[in-house]
């Protein structure tokens, strides 16, 4: 039996003002449940992040949750997830986060989540993985975003394989679609 996958999903600690956003969260959280995936996350029970632990936990998901101890309380910690990781800092949750993971999902969200994208973005960029990186873009949410990386790109500031490196899909029937292929295990060699 394969080992089970982990699905590391960085977003919103608020819900943002589009219910859309609130739906795309629910929906990747069943996603991960109905693929027998492990969701890893914040550890917060607000906005988007509790959205998806609810979904998830829900369907019967595991969950592993990552929450630095200055945030317990602003984020209103999840206590009921299988397994908790509580941190000194805001870095070292995004690193156990990754590092407990086989994939990076990322939702709307707002500085932290742009943060989170960014790191796992440099150390693919570097060389230190090669994960791959999801962007939900539902309703264009991330459109500025990917126009700065194309920007950023054009300016001759990164290298054109910078746009391989983040599969933008726009809804979360086209993220399962990217993620059953990410995750299958390569075909086994001809005899």
């Keep these: 039996m394969p080992p089970t996958r982990s ?32 969701l890893v996350y914040g550890a917060g029970e ?38 908790t990781v509580v941190t ?12 407990n993971s086989d994939a990076i999902v990322v939702l709307p969200g707002g500085m932290g ?25 539902t309703e264009g949410y991330w459109a500025p975003l990917t126009a700065l990386i194309e920007h950023v790109i054009v300016e001759g500031f990164a290298a054109p394989a910078t746009r391989g490196y983040t599969t933008v899909v726009p809804d979360v029937a086209a993220l399962a679609v990217g993620l059953l292929a990410a995750l299958s295990p390569p075909p086994a060699p001809p005899d």
């Design 7 to 38: 699905i590391c999903v960085f977003c919103g600690s608020r819900p943002g003002v589009r219910p859309i956003h609130v739906e795309a969260a629910r929906a990747v959280g069943l996603l991960i449940a109905r693929e027998g995936w492990r």
């Design 46 to 83: 607000v906005g988007l992040m509790g959205e998806v632990a609810r979904a998830a936990q829900g369907a019967g998901a595991r969950t592993l949750g990552v929450i630095p101890m200055h945030l317990i309380a602003r984020e209103q910690g999840r206590r009921d997830l299988h397994t």
């Design 88 to 99: 000194e800092d805001m870095h070292e949750r995004k690193k156990v986060m990754f590092m």
């Design 113 to 137: 989540t742009l943060d989170e994208f960014f790191e796992v973005q440099t150390w693919k960029q570097i060389g230190l993985h090669d994960k791959p990186i999801f962007l939900l873009d």
